[in-house]
C-alpha cells in the first residue's frame, strides 16, 4: 500500500524538496493534496507536474487562476484557509507535511492531530507558539508526530529504540549562520542580501534570517522541549559550523549518540515520510576525510540576544514563546522589507515580552489573541 502524501506549503523550500523525494519514491508514496499561499504559477506547473488528487490555494483572490488552468485535468481545486483545515482533517490523505511558514501553519496541523493523523512537521512555529496544546492532542488523539527539522530529525534517530526515560540531554548543533563570530559594531549595518547568505543551508526566506539571527536555534529549543517531552534544563545548544552534526543525545549512563551527514534537507524529509524504514537513495554521502575538522564553540548570546531571549521565553512558558514568535515574525517581515536593522529585531521583540501581558495556562483562543494582539504591537515599532 502507498501512503497517500499531503503537502502543505509545496511550493516552498521543503515543499519542493519532498515532491523531489516523493517523485523518486513513486513505489511507495502518492500525492493527494499540495497547497500554496499566493504562488499560483508554481501551485499550478506542480498539480500538471506531479498530478495530486486536490489543490489548495489559500489566497481567495487566485482561486480562478488555478481553477481555470486546472479544469480538464481531473485535480479538485479549493481556496482559502477554511479548505486548507477541512482537508487537513479529511480521510483523504495518510501524512500530511506541514511545510507552511509561520504562526499560519498552525491550523491545519492541529486539524490534522485532532483527527488522529500523522503529520511529518516542518514547521516549528506551531510548537513555539502552542506546544503544550499540540502535545496534548498528540496523546488524546493517538497522533503521530515526526519531526522535519534536521536537528529534531537527528534526535528522533537518535532515540528510536530508546526506552523512555533514557535521555539526559539533547545537544542542539547551529552552524551560526553567515555571521558567525561577527560583533554588534558590525551587525548594525547589515541588510538583507547578506543575511540571506547561508553558508551551509538553502532554505526559505524567513528561516535563513532567523539562522543568521539565532532565533532559528532558539525556537528549535522550543520545538525539541515538546517534541521530546524534555525539561528546560535537558536542552542545549553548541554552534558547529560544518553543520555535519545535526545533533546528539546523551544518555543517562553518559553515553552520546551523533547523527551526521551532508547538509541536505531532503534526507529528514524523506526519513519522515517512510518513517519507519530506511530507504535507499543517491543523495551525496560524507566522508570523514572531506572534513577533517569538526569544531565546536558555545554560542554567543550577547551578541546574538535572539537566542537568550527565546530561551528566556522557554524557561518562563505560558504564552511568552507565542509572544516571542508573533513578534518575531513581524521584525524579520520587516528586515526583509529594509524596514528595521538587523539588531532592532532583538530591541522589538524584548519589547514585545515584556508589554503583553502574561498568561500562565493559555487556551487555544488565547494563543490566537496573543498572536494578533503581539503583531499589532510589534508593527507598532516600526516606521
Ligand atoms: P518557504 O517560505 O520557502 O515556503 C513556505 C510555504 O508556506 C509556501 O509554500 C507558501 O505558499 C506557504 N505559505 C506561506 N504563508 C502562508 C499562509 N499564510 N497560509 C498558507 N500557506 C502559506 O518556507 P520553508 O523554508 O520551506 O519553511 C517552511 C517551514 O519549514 C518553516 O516553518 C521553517 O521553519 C521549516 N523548516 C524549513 C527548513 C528549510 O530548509 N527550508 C528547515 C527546517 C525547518
Ligand atoms: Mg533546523
Known amino acids: 500500500m502507498k501512503k497517500r502524501v499531503a503537502i502543505y506549503g ?45 489543490v489548495v490555494i489559500s489566497d481567495e483572490s487566485k482561486y480562478e487562476q488555478v481553477n481555470d488552468a486546472l479544469s480538464g485535468d481531473h485535480i479538485k481545486v479549493f481556496a482559502g484557509e477554511k479548505s486548507l483545515i477541512d482537508l487537513a482533517g479529511s480521510d483523504s490523505y495518510d501524512i500530511l507535511l506541514a511545510a507552511i511558514v509561520g504562526f499560519a501553519g498552525l491550523s491545519s496541523t492541529i486539524a490534522a492531530l485532532q483527527q488522529g493523523k500523522t503529520v511529518a512537521l516542518a514547521n516549528k512555529e506551531t510548537l513555539v507558539v502552542a506546544g503544550d496544546i499540540v502535545s496534548e492532542l498528540v496523546s488524546k488523539h493517538h497522533a503521530s508526530l515526526i519531526p522535519v527539522d534536521s536537528e529534531h530529525s537527528a534526535i528522533f534517530q537518535c532515540i528510536v529504540g530508546e526506552a523512555a526515560g533514557a535521555v539526559e540531554k539533547i545537544v542542539l548543533t547551529a552552524s551560526g549562520g553567515p555571521f558567525l563570530g561577527k560583533k554588534p559594531n558590525y551587525l548594525i549595518n ?122 528566556e521565553a522557554m524557561y518562563k512558558g505560558g504564552n511568552a514563546p507565542c509572544v516571542l514568535n508573533a513578534a ?56
Open 328 to 383: 518575531n515574525e513581524v521584525v524579520v517581515d520587516a528586515f526583509l522589507k529594509n524596514k528595521v536593522g538587523f539588531l532592532e529585531m532583538s530591541d522589538i521583540i524584548e519589547s514585545c515580552l515584556e508589554k503583553v501581558a502574561f498568561i500562565e495556562k493559555p487556551t487555544l483562543n488565547d494563543y490566537v489573541l496573543c498572536n494578533t494582539e503581539t503583531r499589532a504591537l510589534a508593527s507598532s515599532f516600526i516606521k
Open 190 to 311: 547589515v541588510k538583507k542580501d547578506h543575511a540571506l547568505q547561508h553558508p551551509n543551508w538553502t532554505m526559505g526566506a524567513k528561516i535563513t534570517i532567523d539562522s543568521a539571527s539565532l532565533m532559528n536555534k532558539g525556537l528549535e529549543m522550543i520545538e525539541a522541549k515538546w517534541l521530546f517531552g524534555l525539561q528546560n534544563e535537558q536542552i542545549e545548544v553548541i554552534v558547529h559550523a560544518q553543520s555535519i552534526i545535526h545533533s546528539m543525545v546523551q544518555f543517562v549512563d553518559g553515553s552520546m549518540k551523533a547523527q551526521m551527514g551532508l547538509p541536505d534537507m531532503k534526507l529528514p524529509i524523506q526519513y519522515a515520510l517512510a518513517f519507519p524504514h530506511r530507504v535507499q537513495n543517491d543523495f551525496k554521502r560524507f566522508e570523514f576525510k572531506n572534513f577533517p575538522s569538526l569544531t565546536f564553540e558555545a554560542a554567543d548570546t550577547k551578541t546574538f540576544r535572539n537566542l537568550a531571549l527565546a530561551k
Open 10 to 54: 509545496s511550493t516552498g523550500s521543503i515543499g519542493t524538496q519532498a515532491l523531489d523525494v516523493v517523485e523518486a519514491h513513486a513505489d511507495l508514496f502518492e500525492l493527494e493534496i499540495l497547497t500554496a499561499h499566493s504562488n499560483a504559477g508554481l501551485l499550478i506547473q506542480q498539480a500538471k507536474k506531479y498530478r495530486p488528487n486536490m
